[in-house]
């Protein structure tokens, strides 16, 4: 399985940016999807989920109201619609896949099996 994250880039606060992760081979419409991102010299932390049939989707508090995870099953694809970003949004983000549908481990890092290869998000203030 192999997932491609693409979208970030450079934008001042407040604007808004959308990443998309490509997943090919397996089985994408059964995977829970989840986006993660890392700061220098932070852990990586999870900052949006979602189930198989995309009615299920979890965020971190921060960027409830903000951010909005969706996916599109027959593209493959899972997408993350950045809005209102702040300077601390900066960092790597990441897309990864869990094959375990439970959605009871969507927070954690260590649940997801597969992984991206990160896209970068600059927000300047």
């Known amino acids: 399985v192999q997932l491609q994250a693409s979208g970030g880039g450079l934008v001042q606060a407040g604007g808004s940016l959308r990443l998309s992760c490509l997943t090919s081979?397996?089985?994408?419409?059964?995977?829970?999807m989840g986006w993660f991102r890392q700061s220098p010299g932070k852990e990586r932390e999870f900052v949006a989920g979602?189930?198989?049939?995309?009615?299920?989707?979890y965020y971190k508090d921060s960027v409830k109201g903000r951010f909005t995870i969706s996916r599109d099953n027959a593209k493959n694809t899972v997408y993350l619609q950045m809005n209102s970003l702040k300077p601390e949004d900066t960092a790597v983000y990441y897309c990864?896949?869990?094959?375990?549908?439970?959605?009871?481990?969507?927070?954690?890092?260590?649940?997801?099996?597969?992984w991206g290869q990160g896209t970068q998000v600059t927000v300047s203030s």
């Open positions: 081979g397996g089985t994408f419409s059964s995977y829970v």
């Open positions: 979602i189930g198989w049939s995309g009615l299920s989707t």
């Open positions: 990864a896949a869990d094959q375990d549908p439970s959605l009871n481990t969507v927070r954690m890092k260590s649940a997801y099996d597969f």
